[in-house]
């Protein structure tokens, strides 16, 4: 699992040995059952995992008490309420495990101190953030501005692997629709 999450970030930067062991040392390693909830709604999240296999939604209630699925993220990835992570603030959103999961687990305070000691992690830290929001906006721009058919076939196409493991209310959910609809764009996608 820790070769893997040096081959991750070594997608950002070049990491030296002495990197590599200070990573080490300050990931831990975790079981994460599923449907287990990695952070929840009204809960500081002072925790950033990074899963190698899997995937994570994020979900929300409406005012109507209605759940809302509002994103999924497919390993290898980081994951946290990047808000509640950053501001020490309650999360809005609850993130689950949708299988069980192995990952490694990394603290608010830890991440700080990687970031003050070593600049290299700064970077990988500021580089992560920024497709973090690439996705968001890219999944906020689907849904305004793509029709239900196009955005199912684009989930499709970049996460066969898993799109067959998300029950279908979650994937619904995600793009916006109903589950009729979603039904109806499958069988005429056959």
């Given at each position: 699992?820790?070769e893997?999450?040096?081959?991750?970030?070594?997608?950002?930067?070049q990491?030296?040995?002495?990197?590599i062991q200070?990573?080490?040392e300050?990931?831990?390693?975790?079981?994460?059952?599923?449907?287990?909830?990695?952070?929840?709604?009204?809960?500081?999240?002072?925790r950033l995992?990074f899963v190698?296999k899997g995937y994570?939604r994020?979900f929300?209630?409406?005012d109507n008490?209605?759940?809302?699925?509002?994103d999924?993220?497919?390993?290898?990835?980081?994951?946290?309420?990047?808000?509640?992570f950053?501001?020490?603030l309650?999360?809005?959103?609850?993130?689950?495990?949708?299988c069980?999961?192995e990952a490694?687990?990394?603290?608010?305070?830890?991440?700080?101190?990687?970031?003050?000691r070593h600049?290299?992690f700064?970077?990988v830290?500021?580089l992560i953030?920024?497709?973090?929001?690439i996705?968001?906006?890219?999944?906020?721009?689907?849904?305004l501005n793509?029709?239900a058919?196009?955005?199912?076939?684009?989930?499709?196409?970049?996460?066969?692997?898993?799109?067959?493991?998300?029950?279908?209310?979650?994937?619904?959910?995600y793009?916006?629709i109903?589950?009729?609809?979603?039904?109806?764009?499958?069988?005429?996608?056959?």
């Amino acid at each position: 699992m820790l070769e893997s999450l040096h081959s991750y970030l070594g997608n950002f930067v070049q990491l030296t040995d002495a990197d590599i062991q200070m990573i080490n040392e300050k990931f831990v390693y975790t079981k994460i059952k599923k449907n287990e909830l990695i952070a929840e709604n009204g809960k500081v999240c002072n925790r950033l995992l990074f899963v190698n296999k899997g995937y994570v939604r994020f979900f929300h209630f409406d005012d109507n008490g209605t759940e809302i699925t509002s994103d999924f993220y497919f390993a290898p990835t980081f994951v946290t309420t990047y808000t509640s992570f950053l501001t020490g603030l309650p999360s809005h959103v609850n993130v689950q495990a949708m299988c069980n999961m192995e990952a490694l687990e990394l603290s608010k305070n830890d991440l700080n101190e990687l970031y003050e000691r070593h600049p290299k992690f700064e970077r990988v830290g500021r580089l992560i953030a920024e497709s973090v929001a690439i996705h968001s906006e890219e999944h906020l721009f689907m849904l305004l501005n793509q029709p239900a058919g196009v955005r199912y076939r684009k989930l499709l196409e970049k996460y066969p692997l898993y799109i067959n493991t998300i029950p279908l209310q979650y994937i619904a959910s995600y793009l916006g629709i109903t589950q009729e609809t979603l039904s109806r764009i499958r069988k005429s996608q056959l």
